[in-house]
């Protein structure tokens, strides 16, 4: 997953990737090519090549571990200090550094919970990170726009994601599912290394819709008749006692009624 | 008459015959109450005047007792005999006044679309207007109306009740717009001259008199004071006049010499004194303050050709009355100012002048609290504004707090938009299910980190991989894209955002879309009514499932009614339209047998 940012001219690429190695994923797949390190190294070749396409170009990345999120590396910042043998430019020694760091960091973090509990994503705040970063970048210079950040999402794996494809909509990025893992570095250098000034001519992607479905707040899975809360509307596939998002006792449903004639403290769960 | 009830006594008399049972009656604007004198009688009525339908009374003067016959829509009648004519006539009065009323109520609505109150819904005309132009404004409210409330199947109150931020923001417009003063000076009154008799006719309307009041606070204030204490008002205007008519002749000593004589006309003719203290506070309020830069260019003095040299020896000296003469910059200046406050009070509203003036005067008091802190004090007050007015002028940016920061506004979109959008949902489902995800196996945590860490090391070791991509995966890469790409521009059109509906036909489209807005509705009132607890909503879910089944039916007829080619995107469209359809008939019908299994055996009168 990538998110653009438009430099001061619309042809000029701050990129901020955001790559989720959700370590659980991995954890199941037992895929024997072990698509890991070529992925990487694909990703690798893939910011160089932005960082080559235009002097003023900005490379950031973010992982989003089981645990944590942090900055692996960012173009602005980094010192000429090559590492190890020389063998390759030093974005990627100093990103593969960074990030064997991380995982070690995110381990540790990771030590002495129970094997079986449900991992989470943490891509919401990573995002968060990434927009908190674009908007210092555009502060901190003498115009003040307010950034267009269109959301570009490249999303390996089986099935489909409805929040990335619904964020990529919104914000008017670009959203593909590569068909072939294997080609992944041809997809990435045609489709998401675009700056926002191309796009306007371009014919990138599309997809055929969007899928514009809710997500249910305990599982995450899209539904399409839910229970809701009627004060803060978060939406439920199965009945529920108390509102998750903020605590409220729900009122004795239309069954209980008969039992008791309580209405209620007057936040209801209803069905639609 | 103005008040709203009348209370008479009476006898009420079930027939002309009967003698009646003495107590009273007392009518106001919804119905009449009687109430005998005697407190253990029954015959206590309290009838609305809705079922009142018409009267009937003895005439004056006619040997009969004054009676009044109050018949009802059943065919009854209530009979009060009078104590005297006069309380007859009252009562009647009120009576014909509320009937009238009532039938031009029922006629007006009658006229508009048929049948739209039920009798046990207290609706304003007012209320029914908005209803009316609101569903002549919007017509597809209007398709919808027809449908559903003209097909039985929700009733008014129903209909109206998810539409209430409608009704409310629409009488909320509905302040008058007021109009303001005339730029014309009418306060410069210019009398009629008559030659021959000498005489001179000035001629004052209410509208004038306001104006003279707005622009010279003193004249209103003297007005005030001296009205109808000390003088007529005739004598005030003509004194006024006298005054008006000596400044336009500019003889500043005959005006000096009659304002020696006469107090009040003095008044008159120097100048405003109310106006010069407002004036000098205004000066005293002005920011000392200079802006060096700004002044820099405004700098006319030292420049050639520019500005007009003001030479002060040729000024005139200044006489002695120079308190009585008046320009026409200032009358010009005031005139201006008062017309851009714009008009507080009204002048068909109040009925004399002396009501003008105080109208004025208190919302000019309203004014001054809320425009001026009029704070007079000492002079050291005075000098602590200042100040404050310099601290706040030379203010320093860094020092500030942070501004608070704009918030984006909720930007919420035409649910059509999203319309076509819904065949995707159509698609993933068509499609086999065999994409999910393989759980074969699973390492632990550990080994998972750790083979990351491997990967990483490997790259290290190695390098980034050369060659980066193989030249026939890249060419299937990109034929792959193209031909994408091309599709869905070939079905979708060039426009990022035109949609699958626009390429339907006209008549298709519009029937589509209709279709969906009254699914969406009879879903909304469907899903409200659960769960079901009254007989009325089971009444209301039972129509509302054969309007669903209604438009189910309709659907299929139309997908077969397409030409083939349409007909699989059409169906891609209308697919999950019957998915919701499908789902909430399901629930009912499931929510039947429970409700008939539950309750098999017993079932107590009334519970549903």
């Given amino acids: 997953m990538s998110v653009d940012g438009r430099g001061y001219p619309d042809y000029i690429v701050i990129l901020v990737l955001v790559c989720d190695y959700w370590i659980p994923f991995h954890a199941k797949m037992r895929n024997p090519t072990k698509p890991f390190p070529t992925t990487l190294s694909r990703m690798l070749a893939f910011l160089n090549a932005i960082l080559t396409l235009n002097q003023l170009n900005q490379v950031v990345v973010i992982a989003t571990g089981c645990n944590s999120c942090d900055y692996i590396y960012d173009s602005s910042k980094a010192t000429n200090q090559s590492f190890g043998n020389g063998r390759m430019p030093t974005l990627c020694a100093t990103l593969l550094q960074n990030l064997e760091e991380f995982m070690t960091r995110d381990e540790q973090l990771g030590k002495g919970e129970a094997e079986e509990r449900i991992a989470c994503s943490l891509l919401s705040g990573s995002l968060s990170m990434a927009l908190c970063y674009i908007q210092r970048v555009f502060r901190s210079g003498s115009l003040h726009p307010q950034p267009r950040v269109p959301i570009d999402s490249c999303y390996i794996g089986a099935q489909n994601s409805a929040f990335l494809q619904q964020a990529s909509y919104i914000t008017s990025g670009v959203h593909h599912k590569p068909q072939q893992l294997d080609g992944l570095f041809q997809y990435l250098l045609t489709i998401f290394a675009t700056d926002l000034h191309s796009r306007n001519f371009l014919q990138l992607p599309k997809p055929v819709g969007v899928d514009f479905r809710a997500s249910c707040f305990c599982h995450k899975s899209t539904i399409d008749m839910s229970y809701i809360c009627s004060v803060c509307l978060s939406i439920f596939c199965t009945r529920h006692k108390k509102c998750s998002t903020w605590g409220s006792v729900f009122a004795k449903g239309a069954a209980d009624l008969k039992l008791m004639k309580d209405h209620g403290n007057g936040t209801d769960l209803r069905q639609g | ?608």
């Fill in chain 2, 1 to 608: 008459m103005s008040s709203g009830h009348v209370t008479k006594r009476a006898k009420y008399k079930t027939s002309i015959k009967d003698p009646g049972t003495p107590g009273a009656l007392r009518l106001n604007e919804q119905k009449l109450m009687f109430m005998p004198d005697n407190r253990n009688s029954t015959t206590k009525l309290s009838v609305e005047f809705k079922s009142i339908q018409g009267h009937k009374y003895t005439k004056e003067g006619s040997n009969k007792p004054p009676l009044i016959n109050l018949s009802n829509t059943q065919g009854g009648s209530y009979i009060f005999e009078f104590d005297s004519y006069s309380d007859l006539h009252v009562c009647r009065d009120f009576v014909s006044k509320i009937l009238e009323k009532k039938s031009r109520d029922t006629s007006s609505v009658a006229s508009e679309k048929a049948a739209v109150t039920l009798p046990d819904e207290q609706l304003s005309a007012a209320e029914m207007h908005l209803r009316i132009k609101l569903l002549q404004e919007d017509s597809e409210l209007q398709n919808l109306h027809q449908q559903f409330v003209g097909g039985n199947i929700l009733t008014e109150a129903e209909f109206w009740a998810a539409r209430k931020k409608l009704l409310d923001r629409d009488s909320s417009r509905k302040s008058n717009q007021r109009v303001g003063f005339k730029s014309v000076m009418i306060s410069e009154i210019r009398p009629l001259t008559d030659g021959r008799t000498n005489k001179v006719t000035f001629s004052l309307t209410p509208e004038i008199i306001l104006q003279i009041f707005a622009e010279k606070p003193s004249v209103h204030r003297a007005f005030l004071n001296l009205v109808p204490n000390k003088m007529t008002e005739m004598e005030f205007w003509t004194k006024y006049c006298r005054a008006e008519y000596l400044n336009r002749t500019k003889n500043v000593h005959a005006a000096a010499a009659e304002a020696a004589e006469d107090e009040e006309l003095a008044l008159f003719l120097k100048e405003d004194d109310i106006l010069a203290t407002e004036v000098r506070k205004k000066i005293r309020r002005v920011d000392p303050t200079l802006d060096m830069e700004a002044d820099e260019g405004d700098d006319y003095m030292h420049l050639p050709d520019h500005g007009i040299f003001r030479d002060g020896s040729k000024e005139l000296n200044e006489s002695q009355h120079e308190l009585y003469r008046r320009t026409l910059l200032q009358d010009l200046n005031r005139h201006a100012a008062v017309v851009l406050e714009g008009r507080t009070v009204d002048v068909e509203m109040e009925d004399n002048t002396r009501a003008v003036a105080e109208a004025l005067a208190r919302s000019k008091q309203g004014n001054c609290g809320l425009k001026f802190s009029c704070k007079e004090g000492a002079d050291g007050n005075e000098s602590e504004e200042r100040l404050d007015r310099m601290a706040r002028a030379t203010a320093l940016e860094d020092l500030q707090p942070p501004h608070s920061l704009p918030l984006a506004p909720l930007s919420i979109k035409d649910a059509r938009d999203y319309f076509d959008s819904q065949q995707v949902n159509a698609l993933e489902t068509s499609r086999d299910p065999s994409g999910k995800m393989e759980s074969l196996g699973s390492l632990s945590t550990q080994e998972a980190y750790a083979s990351v860490r491997d990967a990483i090391s490997q790259i290290k070791a190695m390098g980034v991989s050369d060659p980066i991509i193989n030249p026939e995966v890249a060419l299937k890469v990109f034929n792959g894209l193209t031909h994408s790409i091309s599709s869905i521009k070939y079905n979708h059109g060039k426009n990022p955002r035109e949609s699958v509906l626009d390429r339907l036909p006209t008549a298709t489209k519009e029937k589509l879309l209709q279709h969906w807005t009254c699914i969406q509705e009879l879903l909304k009132h469907f899903w409200s009514s659960y769960p079901i607890t009254t007989p009325y909503l089971y009444a209301k879910v039972t129509r509302l499932k054969d309007a669903m089944s209604n438009i189910y039916r309709q659907l299929e007829e139309m997908k077969a009614s397409l030409k083939s080619d349409l007909r699989h995107q059409v169906s891609l469209l209308v697919r999950p339209m019957q998915q919701a359809l499908d789902a909430a008939i399901q629930h009912h019908d499931a929510d039947l047998q429970k409700r008939s299994a539950k309750s098999g055996g017993e079932r107590p009168n009334g519970y549903v």
